[in-house]
């Protein structure tokens, strides 16, 4: 089991910058395939960013390709999403997620956050 804990959300004015972290309690984070989601009110959850174990793949949704940067550290257990000139449509509720193996669009991830709101103001 994967324990997830999101962190960073708020409320940014648009053009503004946001960073999200999160925190993961497991003795083997470095084996997960690690991903940020986000599910905007009467919206479908959609996948944001993905990176590989050992964070040499990157992977973006074009909504956010050139904006928002994801990262990890295997040290800290943590993952990270940069999130630059936000725009009112990024407004949602982001999640962090583990999967237990490779990534590929589509995939189901194993273990999910509680989620952490962003609110980007026009």
């Known amino acids: 089991q994967v324990q997830l804990v999101e962190s960073g959300g708020g409320l940014v004015q648009a053009g503004g910058s946001l960073r999200l972290s999160c925190a993961a309690s497991t003795r083997t984070f470095s084996s997960y395939t690690m991903g940020w989601f986000r599910q905007a009110p009467g919206k479908e959850r959609e996948f944001i960013a993905a990176i590989s174990w050992r964070g040499g793949s990157l992977y973006y949704a074009d909504s956010v390709k050139g904006r928002f940067t994801i990262s990890r550290d295997n040290a800290k257990n943590t993952v990270s999403l940069q999130m630059n000139s936000l725009k009112p449509e990024d407004k949602a509720v982001y999640y962090c997620?583990?999967?237990?193996?490779?990534?590929?669009?589509?995939?189901?991830?194993?273990?999910w956050g509680q989620g952490t709101q962003v609110t980007v103001s026009s």
């Open positions: 997620a583990a999967a237990g193996g490779v990534f590929y669009r589509g995939r189901e991830f194993d273990f």
